[in-house]
T-cell receptor
Framework: EAGVTQFPSHSVIEKGQTVTLRCDPISGHDNLYWYRRVMGKEIKFLLHFVKESKQDESGMPNNRFLAERTGGTYSTLKVQPAELEDSGVYFC?????????????FGPGTRLLVL | AQKVTQAQTEISVVEKEDVTLDCVYETRDTTYYLFWYKQPPSGELVFLIRRNSFDEQNEISGRYSWNFQKSTSSFNFTITASQVVDSAVYFCALRNNAGNMLTFGGGTRLMVKP
């Protein structure tokens, strides 16, 4: 069974540009999460989808970040316009959900560098 | 509010030594879940273990063991007879019962030298 995949693995952009990150969850997982780790800080929650619906977006830093999960399959996270402080590693995770299915499985991350 | 503290930012041991990674958590919930993840140099977060708050049994998996103590709000991770391949950053995380977000500690970088 394929794990969580993320694309691209690395992205280098200039301040003010737009970047779109993609996450494909494990097949059959209704829950999809985005996290990020900026330099020197902890891994922080951004938002949580249940199928195509945003369940919790309390961690989204500002309105420059837009996440979508059309059709309840893969998800995209767009940063527009990117700022220097957006640099970091963006992780996606998925889980089946439900009692006993709380484990979140993570992808390899996308390393974003904003210059 | 939830919080996870991994006081050890970096540990260095020589191969075959035992090493314990500390994790202390704070939560007001009575039902919660604790996790350990490993991040090898390749960068992905690899799930190691999940423990429910109502199950305080310690767990052993090969060279890995976990000691969960609710009385001290700790969920420590011990690697016995460490190997070079154990070199990685290890993260402890907490999830309460109501929400789904994970709260991570700052991570402990473990370096195992040959």
């Amino acid at each position: 069974e394929a794990g969580v995949t993320q694309f691209p693995s690395h992205s280098v952009i200039e301040k003010g540009q737009t970047v779109t990150l993609r996450c494909d969850p494990i097949s059959g997982h209704d829950n999809l999460y985005w996290y990020r780790r900026v330099m020197g800080k902890e891994i922080k929650f951004l938002l949580h989808f249940v199928k195509e619906s945003k369940q919790d977006e309390s961690g989204m830093p500002n309105n420059r970040f837009l996440a979508e999960r059309t059709g309840g399959t893969y998800s995209t996270l767009k940063v527009q316009p990117a700022e220097l402080e957006d640099s970091g590693v963006y992780f996606c995770a998925s889980s089946q959900g439900g009692v006993g299915q709380e484990t979140q499985y993570f992808g390899p991350g996308t390393r974003l560098l904003v210059l | 509010a939830q919080k996870v503290t991994q006081a050890q930012t970096e540990i260095s041991v020589v191969e075959k030594e035992d090493v314990t990674l500390d994790c202390v958590y704070e939560t007001r919930d009575t039902t919660y879940y604790l996790f350990w993840y490993k991040q090898p140099p390749s960068g992905e977060l690899v799930f190691l273990i999940r423990r429910n708050s109502f199950d305080e049994q310690n767990e052993i998996s090969g060279r890995y063991s976990w000691n969960f103590q609710k009385s001290t709000s700790s969920f420590n991770f011990t690697i016995t007879a460490s190997q070079v391949v154990d070199s990685a950053v290890y993260f402890c995380a907490l999830r309460n019962n109501a929400g789904n977000m994970l709260t991570f500690g700052g991570g402990t970088r473990l370096m195992v030298k040959p």
